[in-house]
């Protein structure tokens, strides 16, 4: 299977700032990257889905100016927390695939604390 | 009701015993996977399936696609098999996965 990575693994920041997750798919071309969000206790929430070298699909709830997703290349996809409140905390996870019905391949997650 | 439900919430269990986790659903599915949500959040994908059975180890996952039924097993279970189990299922109409709730998974030395 496919090998992801997510940078940072934490971060901890103040409310107003903004905050970039990348994830990166280290041996494999992922046409697909999804990011997901999980509250405590509670199951991943699907926050968007991106096609390489498209613009992301956003999820109903999801504010697109407030999560913004970049996916330039099959390797790299990010997130960016725009104005991060501290009810923005949260874990957040990326996946990828290589298609649109191919399996998902899941990244450690990055683990957010707005103070 | 969700779309995908797991049973049971909770589970504890003594080192060497069998563990079945349930999942049931009420879409229609082109697959099913079922993941693995270690204590510092790291998700491993266990399993994709959409018909029968696959075995990988002690972890074995079959499903039921009439009755829209899904069973995760692990045999003669380990302290480190504790985590949580998550069931997902892609929906017919796209690649956009639906999380059950997860298992928490403790078994006991």
């Known amino acids: 299977g496919a090998v992801v990575s997510q940078h940072p693994s934490r971060v901890i920041c103040k409310s107003g700032t903004s905050v970039k997750i990348e994830c990166r798919s280290l041996?494999?071309?992922?046409?697909?990257m999804f990011w997901y969000r999980q509250f405590p206790k509670q199951s991943l929430m699907l926050m968007a889905t991106s096609n390489e070298g498209s613009k992301a699909t956003y999820e109903q709830g999801v504010e697109k100016d407030k999560f913004l997703i970049n996916h330039a290349s099959l390797t790299l996809s990010t997130l960016t927390v725009t104005s991060a409140h501290p009810e923005d905390s949260s874990f957040y996870i990326c996946?990828?695939?290589?298609?649109?019905?191919?399996?998902?391949?899941f990244g450690p997650g990055t683990r957010l604390t707005v103070l | 009701k969700n779309e995908v439900e797991q049973s049971p919430q909770n589970l504890t269990a003594q080192e060497g015993e069998f563990i079945t986790i349930n999942c049931s659903y009420s879409?229609?599915?082109?697959?099913l996977h079922w993941l693995q949500q270690h204590p510092g959040g790291g998700i491993v994908s266990l399993f994709m399936l959409s018909s029968g059975k696959k075995k990988h180890g002690r972890l074995i996952a079959t499903i039921n696609i009439q009755e829209k039924h899904s069973s995760l097993h692990i045999t003669a279970s380990h302290p480190r098999d504790s985590a949580v189990y998550i069931c997902a299922v892609e929906e017919t109409s796209g690649s956009r996965l639906t999380f059950g709730e997860g298992t928490q998974l403790t078994v006991n030395p």
């Open positions: 879409v229609g599915i082109s697959a």
């Open positions: 996946s990828v695939s290589g298609d649109s019905t191919d399996t998902q391949y």
């Open positions: 041996d494999f071309q992922a046409t697909t």
